[in-house]
């Protein structure tokens, strides 16, 4: 029995030496009736080399963007990995990387942890980062708690237009908080629309995606404006970062606080997670943040070094002070990014989004020039866009996977009333081979 350590010998002369006969008198407690009196509906033991040759033909059956030909985007990205990120993160320094707990014997991971959070604050045009998050959608529920602690307001104005998930994933955290969302729709131009939204003096933030669930561009500005007009914060949520690598900054634009999933800095999808949470804010609000910041310090001989600056959680400071539960920060994935921005620099990461933005307007022009199909928003883009579909979306998702071929995301999934509009993403890693064969594909 390679997995059960003890011997049948052996469990019996432990249970006789506990003055019981069997296992089951652990359990008289429990009613009988209560108890499950047969085995388990499982089929017999595998082998060992028989589990091994079940688990790869079950992994067989997984479609990933090595074996076909996706245009899925709508928070998961398929973008290129240099192949140095896993040499890197696989040396033993990082490999079992974890709250540096000890931070004089941990300057490596600090040292990393601060490169990361300066290249964030540059991207984002924000003056503070903290050293990671869950990812995106617990950041975003993060960065609402923070604007209520920040100025004590109870409202919260979301635009629809926000990732579903990450808007579920904030109801959630707010049920039992006293603290209400308001719902800004979405226009025809597939922008957030905020005429007739009341922002008033009781409204704590504004949150905007840009780009935005749809692949829409978002007036950040604007919103900013109309925020802080009533004293309220903006809060920018990107899903997709590369994208920063082309627009202009949240912090440019006003916002007040920025979070993003940092997926896309060189994580590769796996299937849904685990991701990278990115949290930036302004200095005046760095008390507020969740998490910790590491900062560099100098010792008595002028020698750096790097050192936890803040950690607002209640195992560091008193329970009533501390402004999240967040206990640690995404440390091997913080890791991957930050090899990747390293790697890839101001120029690269230009690059990649110019390629991103000039090959998904290639497929959303060729698209839209078919018989019955059409952009369902006006909106300039990046690398997402809505394709208007003659027949419903679910039904051209499902044909065209007989060819090998994702086609992107049916939306009636999340917005029940549009069953004829598929989201599809194109990164630098879709060739124009692909492109067109999507396109003749939908003909």
Known sequence: MRYIPNSAEERAKMLAEMGVQSIEDFFTSIPAHLRLNKPLNLPPAYAESELIKFF???????????????????????????????????????????????????????????????????????????????????????????????NRRKKIIISQAVHPEYRAVLETYLK????TLETAAFSTTGQTSLDGVEVDDQTAAIILQSPNFFGCVEDLALAAEKAHK???????????????????????????????????????????????????????????????????????????????????????????????NICTNQGLFMLMATIYLTTMGRRGLQEVAMQNLQKASYAAQTISALDGYSLL?????????????????????????????????????????????????????????????????LQ
């Open 230 to 324: 009533a004293g309220a914060l903006l809060i920018s949520a990107t899903t997709e970062p590369v994208s920063w690598g082309l627009l202009r900054s949240p912090g440019d634009c006003g916002a007040d606080i920025v979070v993003a999933e940092g997926q896309a800095f060189g994580i590769a999808p796996s299937y849904g997670g685990p991701y990278l949470g990115i949290f930036a804010s302004r200095t005046q609000y760095q008390r507020q943040m969740p998490g910790r910041l590491i900062g560099q310090a100098y010792d008595g001989e002028g020698n750096r070094g790097f050192v936890i600056t803040l950690a607002t959680r209640e195992q560091h400071i008193r329970r009533e002070k501390a402004s999240s």
């Open 56 to 150: 790869k033909n079950l992994a067989a059956r997984n479609a990933d963007p090595n074996s076909t030909t996706s245009f899925l985007g709508a928070g998961a990205y398929n973008h290129f990995r240099p192949v140095i990120i896993d040499t890197l993160i696989s040396r033993s320094e990082f490999y079992t990387t974890y709250t540096p707990y000890q931070p004089e014997i941990a300057q490596g991971t600090l040292q990393a942890i601060f490169e990361f959070q300066t290249m964030i604050c540059l991207l984002t045009g924000m003056e503070v980062a903290n050293a990671s998050m869950y990812d995106g959608s617990t950041a975003l529920a993060e960065a609402v708690l923070m604007a209520n602690r920040i």
């Open 176 to 179: 039992s908080t006293g603290l």
């Open 377 to 441: 928003f006006t909106a300039p883009l990046f690398n997402e866009f809505v394709v208007k579909t003659p027949h419903p979306a679910k039904e051209v998702a499902k044909k065209l996977l007989q060819s090998n071929i994702v086609a992107g995301l049916p939306l009636s999934q999340y917005y029940p009333d549009m069953t004829h509009a598929l989201l599809v993403c194109v990164t630098e890693q879709n060739t124009k081979a692909e492109i067109d064969a999507l396109v003749a594909a």
